[in-house]
Structures are given as structure tokens and as C-alpha cells.
């Protein structure tokens, strides 16, 4: 039996737990998708621990009935407008020019905890470390260093830095379901590692999630790791200005941006709509040319946003393609708004056949709207599988005890 | 909800602007040319710039402590100059009613000064707003910034801060350096004007300065602003800047819990158009927030614009909560993304 693990996606709409098993292959044992309000997370922050702990025991409560278990691991994946990305160099010395050694695990674990050790801001804390680069001596670019002889092993890291209170929000809200987090995972990190092909990773993708209240968006090329930003804005910013505009609520400001995003339809399916959704009277304010062009001029502000940011940060010269997923991906053309700003090929995210099999047999749609979920999961997986150092810094290392927690047994 | 008040006109409330230090003397002095209704003050350690500007009255304060040569951006030096003083600062306030300090923070005087004298404002028991603007992110002073606004929040009822940082979603990329700063100024100056003009224009339907002063005791950061439309196709253009206003920090029309609105007039406002604008402004603030309005009378407070829309509003939110960690964060992103993109381009 493999290890079990537990991945928590905290995204803008809703909480997805996924209690998964790591062994050969992934197997997801039970997951959960419970729809929160803006009272409850907003713009990926914690605003009531006490919802959010009901609804994570939602899941575990269902999963519990039908089977015991013990996660070993807990993971909480998060999305946050304050989240920072910096680099950093971090060293270990392996041997002596005389005598060079094999470069261990231990070596390399120390050559990344090092990395850490770098002045971030007061009241702020780093929530996770990816290695993207190892150099061994005059040897750089080194992808795993792990055997190799050396002097010198030197790591460059990503790092993500977070208010220290985010962080603890997220973690104690799951501590009142007797989930102890053993580390963090930043949103668009994983879907970049998780949700984008080998290919892609090596020619520069920019992989931009559109959800609810956050974009997130990240580069990587050549297989780094680049550039990982959330932005305070996502689809509900389209409701808003609908409802600025036509005057309409929240609600059929989202039923006219589902509409509206479709492609193609019909004068019929139009009038239908429209008489479906509005009294008599109201109808006539509401023009479909008007939606869309509210709507491409929200996603279009925010892509032109995304790419000033790439030109200032040296980045826009790395990507050869884009990748569009969340929620807002479902509007059926935001493809061809991005690519209008990048001048990129651009694509809508599609999960690959592997994932659409495991998908599949888990009864889990294929919707853009759990890219996070998912790509948090793969990551974690792939964290708990593979031989690399771990990337996620520790919060807290022991989960034992857990079936005491929440069941009180 | 939307109530309609009268005002007792018979009472006249004492306003007082002061501004405080460079950037709140050249803007207090901009309101005094203006002819606002209401006595102006300015202070300022440096005599010389002082002596360029016109208010009601002038004081250069800490005359022994900076010798007239202004505070060199140290707000110790300001501080100390605005205790020197404190007694013909006093001399000044002491008959208010509602006080409105105006600085820029980030230097000398402004910093310093501006919480010596909320200080004493609330000892007198003078119900006052503070109306601040914060350092551009390249002058590297918004720490000094950030210390005046966590302390003057213990003795202001209500202050609204405007950051020039986010002068970019008003300023067109071509405007002078000159143009930007007046648009800041422009922006202060409503903020003042909305106050004024709420609390001293007789009107069909009046506000009068109790509403102001139950709002304003909400406490917290305020939300300020002002729409004109010169002729009736502009009013949409007039609800959108009172409905979104980007250079306030920390707060959206969203965050309003309470509100006072008041329309002036040419006269020709037709009632669809007066409808659209309670109906419009109503859409933007929560439900359960109760908004007051005013109606100027024809030909009282004169304007010749179509119409003229102000509006004041209490969140309270503090400052503490919101403001410092968003100025203190240098993530802040520099768009206003809470603003529809053609809105923002519109007021370019």
C-alpha cells in the first residue's frame, strides 16, 4: 500500500480535498468539491476559518465512512495576491578540490535549505522552494546533480513568500479538522509543472488561470521556473462590469457572460435566453454585442496587464505559446483575445489522455475550473514519488494522531 | 434605502481647511482662489514657500526649531515645529466645527505636524477629516508615510488617502508631470469641496451637518468623490467617476456602509436623469448601507453644469487593517482592476 496523502485547493469559489494514494501510480481515493462564499475565502484569503473547516469535514466525513485512513502527508494549495516570487543561490560544499565527492541527497538538501536563508520581509515567510537550477562547480544547468562529483554544489531556487498570517489561516483553519498541513503548494506553480508538456516547459509557456476573483499566471522555459504572480481580478470582474453597464445583478451578470461567451448561437436561442433570464422591459437594455465587447475589454485589460509585466521582467522574448485555464477559460473566444495581446500561439487548456483516463475513472469533469485542484494534486504526488528534494517547506511534520482529531477515536 | 432630509438653514456650521506642510499649502492655497465657502489655513516650517501662497491665514510654525528653512524632510523636525507653535494653531481652530487637514505625507511637515494637530483637535473635540496623499514608491518615503497614518488614526473620524501611485489610471501617458500632480490636486480638492458643499448649500432636499457628523463617526477610511457632467450625455461619465474612484487607497464604493449624496445643478436636471443617477450610485453600495440625498435649489451654490454629483462615504474600515499593509506591500499592483477597463480609459 502506498502512502496516503491529502491535498486541500483553496480556490476563489470553492474548497476541492482530494485524499489521494501515492504509490507506482496516482490513486485518488476520494475527493470533494464544496462551494464557498465571498464571506468565506476572499481573493484566496481565509475570512472564516469555521466554514471552511465545515467544509473540508464535509469531505472527510463522506470519505471516512466508507474507508479508515491515516494521511501521511497534508498539503495546502493556495492562490494570493501578496504572494512574491524571488530567486535565490544557495550553497553546500560537497568535497575538496583534492578529494571532490559524490554529490548526495543530504548535499543537495542543504544546498536548498540554504537558499532559504536569504532577508524577506517581516511578518512574511516562505511558503514553498522550487530547485530550477543546479550547478556543480563550473558545470551549470545541471537538472539533477544527484551522483555527481564535486566541489561545490550551488542550487538556484524559486521561492514564494507569503504573509506569514495567510499562511497560518490556511493552516489553522485545517487544524480544526484534525489536518495538520505539512506544506504549501502555490497554485500556477503546479499547473506550470503539472498542466504543461515537456515541450512546452522547454520552448516557454506562459500558463495564465483565470478564476473566479484571481488570475494567476507563471513562465516556464527551458525548464525554469521564471516568474509566478496572482492579480486581484478574475471572472467576477466581468460580472461587475456587466452590472455596472446594464444595471443587472451579480447573478445574470454571470448568466449573460455564459451566454455571451459562447461562439455561436442563434437569434432564437438569443430572444429565448434573454426573455428567460429578464422581465419584459429590461430586455432592450441588453445588447450581445455590448456583452462581448465588455467582456474582451476585461480580459483584454488584464492579458495587456500580464504582458507589460512579462516585458518588465525580461520574459516576453522566453515564451513561445500561452495557456489559458480556470474558469473564465470557458468563454468560448478567450483564446483569441490572448492571443491578439501576445501575438502568441494560444490555446485553451485540455487535460492530456492520461489525465482525462484518470479523470474518467474517478467521475471528476474535465473542467478548466479544477486545473488548481488538479495540478496541486499531480504536484504533490509527483513530490511524494520522485527522488528530488522536496520543494515544499515544512510547516509541520507530524500527522499522527489524525483519526483522533477529527473522529475523536 | 434612500432618505430625503431638510436642513435647518438658520444654523451656520464653522468649516475649517488647513493645509498642512508643501503639498497641502499649495493645495489649501488652490481652494482659497477657488472661493470655497469656508476659512482657509495654512502651515509650513518653510517661510519662504509660505509666503508664495494665499489662504485666510498662514502660519509659519517652529520658527526656532527650523529658523523658517522648512522641516528637510525629517517629521521629528515638523513634529517639534508643530508643538513649538501649537498655541497659534490653537488660536485658529478653536471656534470649529468640522476640521479637514490636508497633507501630503512622506516629508517633514506634513508627517510631522499633521498628527500634532489631530492630536489637539480631538482634545477640543473638533469632529476632523484628514485628507493625505501618499509618496510616489520612487521617493522611498513611505515609511515616514505609514507611521503619520497608523498615529493619526487614533484622533481623526475619518481620513481618505489618496496615492499618487496610482496616478496612472487618471493621467494619460503623454500628460506633464505637472498635469499629473494637478490631477491629485483636483482630486483633494473634491474631497474638500464634497464636505463644503454637502454641509453649507441650501437645498430642496438638504443635507446638513448632523448627517455629516453621524457619518463621519463611523470612523475609518472614507470614500470622496465627484462627478460633473457639463451637459446631459455626460452624466454617465459624471456617475462613473463618483462610483469609482481610483486614486483612494484601501477603499471601493463597495466598501461603503453609509453614504451622503448630494446633486447641484443648473437647473435643468431633468428627474429621469436625477432617477438614474440615485439608481445608478445605489447599484454600486451594499444593500443594508442607508444613503442620505441632497438636491440643491435653482440658482443657490451656483453651477452652470448639467450636474454636479458628490459623494460621501463611511466604510469603516480601518486603516490599521488595510491601508498599511497594502501601501506597506510592494506587490500592490498599479492597475485599479476593481475599475471596468473602459471606464478607466474614458478618464484618461
Known amino acids: 500500500m502506498g502512502e496516503t496523502f491529502v491535498v486541500v485547493d483553496f480556490c476563489s469559489s470553492k474548497i476541492v480535498t482530494f485524499i489521494a494514494e501515492a504509490n507506482n501510480e496516482l490513486k485518488i481515493k476520494f475527493w470533494g468539491n464544496e462551494p464557498v462564499d465571498s464571506d468565506t475565502i476572499r481573493q484566496g484569503q481565509v475570512y472564516n476559518l469555521e466554514n471552511i473547516a465545515i467544509k473540508v469535514r464535509k469531505t472527510l466525513n463522506e470519505f471516512a465512512k466508507k474507508s479508515k485512513f491515516e494521511p501521511s502527508r497534508v498539503f495546502i494549495s493556495f492562490a494570493d495576491p501578496e504572494a512574491e516570487f524571488i530567486t535565490s543561490i544557495g550553497m553546500a560544499a560537497c568535497g575538496t578540490p583534492e578529494n571532490p565527492a559524490e554529490i548526495s541527497e543530504k548535499h543537495i538538501e542543504q544546498a536548498i535549505k540554504n537558499s532559504y536563508a536569504i532577508k524577506i520581509e517581516e511578518g512574511r515567510s516562505i511558503a514553498q522552494a522550487i530547485p530550477v537550477r543546479f550547478n556543480v562547480d563550473s558545470k551549470t544547468d545541471i537538472k539533477n546533480p544527484k551522483g555527481m562529483l564535486g566541489v561545490r554544489l550551488e542550487v538556484e531556487s524559486a521561492l514564494i513568500t507569503a504573509k506569514k498570517s495567510s499562511l497560518l489561516n490556511y493552516k489553522k483553519a485545517l487544524e480544526k479538522t484534525g489536518l495538520i498541513a505539512d506544506g504549501f503548494i502555490y497554485q500556477i506553480v503546479a499547473q506550470l509543472y503539472e498542466l504543461t508538456s515537456k515541450e512546452e516547459k522547454e520552448n516557454g509557456v506562459l500558463l495564465i488561470d483565470i478564476g473566479r476573483d484571481l488570475t494567476n499566471y507563471g513562465v516556464?522555459?527551458?525548464?525554469?521556473?521564471?516568474?509566478?504572480?496572482?492579480?486581484?481580478?478574475?471572472?467576477?470582474?466581468?460580472?461587475k462590469d456587466l452590472k455596472h453597464y446594464f444595471g443587472v445583478t451579480l447573478d445574470k451578470a454571470e448568466e449573460?457572460?455564459?451566454?455571451?461567451?459562447r461562439d455561436e448561437y442563434d437569434d432564437e436561442q438569443e430572444l429565448d435566453f434573454l426573455n428567460s433570464i429578464f422581465p419584459p422591459g429590461?430586455?432592450?437594455?441588453?445588447k450581445g454585442e455590448l456583452v462581448v465587447q465588455y467582456i474582451t475589454e476585461r480580459l483584454t485589460d488584464i492579458f495587456e496587464y500580464i504582458k507589460e509585466k512579462l516585458i518588465q521582467n525580461d520574459l516576453k522574448d522566453k515564451i513561445t505559446f500561452v495557456k489559458i485555464t480556470g474558469g473564465t477559460s470557458e468563454i468560448e473566444y478567450i483564446d483569441r483575445i490572448a492571443e491578439n495581446v501576445f501575438n502568441i500561439t494560444t490555446e485553451i487548456y485540455r487535460p492530456n489522455e492520461e489525465l482525462e483516463e484518470l479523470l474518467a475513472q474517478n467521475n471528476i469533469p474535465p473542467s478548466n475550473r479544477l486545473s488548481s485542484s488538479l495540478g496541486a494534486l499531480l504536484f504533490a504526488y509527483k513530490k511524494l514519488t520522485s527522488n528530488q528534494n522536496s520543494s515544499e517547506v515544512k510547516i509541520v511534520g507530524n500527522v499522527k494522531g489524525f483519526l483522533r482529531r477529527i473522529f475523536g477515536s | 434605502m434612500i432618505t430625503a432630509?431638510?436642513?435647518?438653514?438658520?444654523?451656520n456650521f464653522k468649516i475649517k481647511v488647513m493645509g498642512i506642510g508643501g503639498a497641502g499649502g499649495n493645495i489649501v492655497h488652490k481652494i482659497f482662489l477657488n472661493g470655497l465657502k469656508c476659512e482657509t489655513i495654512i502651515l509650513n516650517t518653510d517661510s519662504q514657500a509660505i509666503s508664495k501662497q494665499r489662504a485666510s491665514h498662514l502660519i509659519t510654525i517652529g520658527k526656532s526649531t527650523t529658523k523658517g528653512g522648512g522641516a528637510g524632510a525629517d517629521p521629528d523636525l515638523g513634529k517639534k515645529a508643530a508643538e513649538e507653535s501649537i498655541h497659534e494653531i490653537l488660536l485658529r481652530i478653536q471656534d470649529t466645527d468640522l476640521l479637514i487637514l490636508v497633507a501630503g505625507l512622506g516629508n517633514g511637515t506634513g508627517s510631522g505636524a499633521s498628527p500634532v494637530v489631530a492630536k489637539y483637535a480631538k482634545e477640543k473635540n473638533i469632529l476632523t477629516v484628514g485628507v493625505f496623499t501618499l509618496p510616489f514608491e520612487a521617493?522611498?518615503?513611505?515609511d515616514i508615510a505609514l507611521r503619520a497614518i497608523n498615529e493619526m488614526e487614533k484622533y481623526l473620524n475619518t481620513m481618505v488617502i489618496i496615492d499618487n501611485n496610482m496616478i496612472s489610471e487618471l493621467a494619460s501617458l503623454d500628460s506633464s508631470v505637472g498635469e499629473a500632480f494637478a490631477i491629485v490636486d483636483n482630486v483633494v480638492k473634491n474631497c474638500v469641496?464634497?464636505?463644503?458643499?454637502?454641509?453649507?448649500?441650501t437645498s430642496y432636499v438638504n443635507l446638513d451637518f448632523n448627517d455629516l457628523k453621524v457619518l463621519i463617526s463611523r470612523g475609518g477610511l472614507g470614500y470622496f468623490a465627484k462627478g460633473v457632467a457639463e451637459k446631459p450625455e455626460d452624466l454617465d461619465k459624471a456617475i462613473e467617476s463618483v462610483v469609482f474612484n481610483p486614486l483612494l487607497t484601501g477603499v471601493t464604493i463597495n466598501d461603503v456602509k453609509g453614504a451622503l449624496l448630494y446633486i447641484k445643478s443648473n437647473g435643468k436636471l431633468k428627474m429621469a436623469h436625477f432617477d438614474q443617477i440615485l439608481d445608478r450610485i445605489r447599484d454600486h453600495i451594499p444593500k443594508n448601507a442607508p444613503i442620505k440625498y441632497g438636491l440643491q435649489k435653482e440658482g443657490d451654490g451656483k453651477t452652470g453644469s448639467y450636474a454636479e454629483i458628490y459623494l460621501i462615504g463611511a466604510t469603516?474600515?480601518?486603516?490599521?487593517e488595510n491601508v498599511l499593509d497594502k501601501i506597506a506591500n510592494k506587490r500592490l499592483n498599479s492597475r485599479n482592476f476593481e475599475?471596468?477597463?473602459?471606464?478607466?480609459?474614458n478618464k484618461k
Open chain 1, 282 to 286: 429590461r430586455v432592450s437594455r441588453i
Open chain 2, 5 to 11: 432630509y431638510k436642513r435647518n438653514d438658520s444654523i
Open chain 2, 316 to 320: 469603516g474600515k480601518k486603516t490599521s
Open chain 2, 193 to 201: 469641496e464634497s464636505i463644503i458643499n454637502i454641509v453649507q448649500e
Open chain 1, 256 to 261: 449573460l457572460k455564459i451566454f455571451y461567451g
Open chain 2, 139 to 142: 521617493e522611498g518615503r513611505k
Open chain 2, 339 to 345: 475599475i471596468p477597463p473602459g471606464v478607466r480609459k
Open chain 1, 220 to 239: 516556464i522555459a527551458e525548464n525554469k521556473l521564471l516568474f509566478a504572480e496572482t492579480l486581484p481580478v478574475g471572472g467576477m470582474n466581468i460580472n
